[in-house]
């Protein structure tokens, strides 16, 4: 009799809530009962919410039992979930689970089912499609078919992909960098930490593609300190993908050559602003360059660089290999394709949803979120980081995709949609924004550097109650010269949650002071 | 986490290696503070002269990044998530709550993309979700 796969995720969030202590207590009481059993450290498939999420397979099936804690499983065992047996935990076949059923994967498609390590069940599952194809392509052929899907970054930006590396292939030079972008300092995402853990064999894939498609021949993965595992499970791919001949002189057998090379962060936000994280990449201060000129054309050490985030780099195995027409068959406008959205803070189902362009905001935090985790109405959702705008309820009718948030004041960022209930304090919030830019600015422009400082005292002014509506006029204007006065998105958009916060929540803004007498 | 007790030449074992990297000052900090748990003043003097560099630009590479620490590390490390995620489960009064008990071993830290699963703290280097009092203190050695 084949052992029974049992999977147990070994993803840092699992980890952080028990997934250790529940693989090895499963270990130990299918030893206890003389039951063969084959437990894989999967990646998360993103279901948070249920983590640790447990899974056995049945036939074709992956059953799966969540949260599981250290204490639940004698019970399962007791009620033979090694068999597929219902249990209070169970929610059956994960894939039909709707929070999943309704979800679209395309960049996301592998991660969290298998050994993240595995070649084999990559090769199984699609893996390699994309990098084999391209490899009968010219790297023009590949540009243009990035371009044409209407990939653009998910770093944040949102400048089209296959632009940037058409200016790259077209700029001559005796050397061409690739630098991945994993710095993933938004508060509420956690995407590029997650398919680095689950699926780090496709960001790989990602950046030998386009390696090929510029002509760059070295790669840096830039990934910050605060995710270790996601350091540690990425170098162990690379030398994986070293040995088996998808990295080095010959990357499958072919004349292209491409290494790849691991870089920690050292933890600072600014950082994964591109020219900063270039600079801390030569080991200097990450402080932000001026463009011109552009990366593109002279990047990491004066060199063309290709600078894309993780999931960027990750969603072209899958274009090559569907092409671009599938892929640009997904989203709406000129928001084409897939987006990974990121389901965080005070939500009751958190985690990856990946859809198309154009879901709603309420079918995202309602409907997949669940509300809020603490059951009191939702009060505000803060989309695209620490830099984005919190939006209110009224705003849940709000298409999710580049255009429409950029009309209503936001942004999309990198996909984080970070829940609020009523307890939040949106003055609070703004000060937030103010101290953390005040914290994290590299220090080139003074509207940054020290309006920041301003804009959190300001606001300190206003709820404390004293002079609130000369305060308000004076944050306003600071906002505008931080808007006007920086380099980078830093100083340049961190008024856009304060003002957001004012516009889309007035009442937080209002003389505390008078309203109590 | 045990550390290597500094002294100059286990300094240079650790940036022999590094002799060839291209813009090597970062890496070569990041390469001691894991070696030894931080990094001694006589340390970023070494850095300097082994690539050659001035010793004021080691030192502003050293000051400009918050995880590089000049004092050997506390006997518990607890860094703890102040980020918007964490804070709306939550985590400015699980902050307090910390800093008061742990105080001097307490560091703020920006998001470790465990937004989904709050408050979030890391001890010693092990990662807790859903944070309380009551876990962190089962972390603390
Ligand atoms: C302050 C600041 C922080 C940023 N942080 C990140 C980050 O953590 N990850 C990221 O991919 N892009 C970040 N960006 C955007 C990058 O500058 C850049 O646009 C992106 O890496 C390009 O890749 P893409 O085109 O694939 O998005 C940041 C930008 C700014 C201004
Ligand atoms: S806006 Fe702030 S972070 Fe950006 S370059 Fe200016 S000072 Fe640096």
Known sequence: MIATKVYVPGDSAAVSVGADEVALEIAKLAKAANIEIEIIRNGTRGALWLEPLVEVQIAEKRIGYGPVKVEDVEGLFEEHFLQGASHPLSINSVDELPWFAEQDRVTFKRVGLNDPLSMSEYEAHGGLNGLRRALKMSSDEIAAEILESGLRGRGGAGFPAGIKWKTVQDTQSDIKYLCCNADEGDSGTFADRILIEGDPFTLIEGMVIAAIAVGATKGIVYVRSEYPAAIAKLKAAIAIADEYGLLGKSVLGSHFEFTLKVRSGAGSYVCGEETAMLESIEGKRGVVRSKPPLPAISGLFGKPTVINNVLTFSSVPAIISEGASSYKSRGVGRSLGTQVFQLGGNVKRGGIVETGFGITLHDLVSGFGGGTLSGKPVKAVQIGGPLGAYFPTQSFDLSMDYESLLAAGGMLGHGGVVVFDTEVDLAIQAKFAMEFCAIESCGKCTPCRLGSTRGAETIQEIIDGRNVSANKKLLLDLCEVMTDGSLCAMGGLTPMPVKSAMINFPSDFEDRLAAKT | ?141
């Open chain 2, 1 to 141: 986490m045990t550390h290597a007790t500094w002294s100059k030449s286990a300094g240079l074992t650790v940036l022999e290696p590094l002799r060839d990297e291209p813009g090597p000052v970062l890496i070569a900090l990041q390469a001691l503070q894991e070696e030894f748990g931080y990094i001694p003043a006589e340390a970023i003097a070494l850095v300097a002269t082994f690539f050659n560099v001035s010793r004021a630009d080691v030192h502003g590479v050293f000051t400009y990044y918050e995880d590089l620490r000049s004092t050997p590390p506390l006997a518990n490390e607890i860094h703890i998530c102040v980020a918007e995620a964490c804070q709306a489960v939550g985590s400015r009064n699980l902050e307090q709550a910390v800093k008061t008990t742990y105080g001097e071993q307490v560091r703020d830290v920006f998001c470790f993309g465990n937004c989904a699963l709050g408050p979030t703290v890391m001890v010693n280097g092990v990662l807790i979700g859903r944070a309380t009092p009551a876990k962190i203190a089962a972390a603390i050695k």
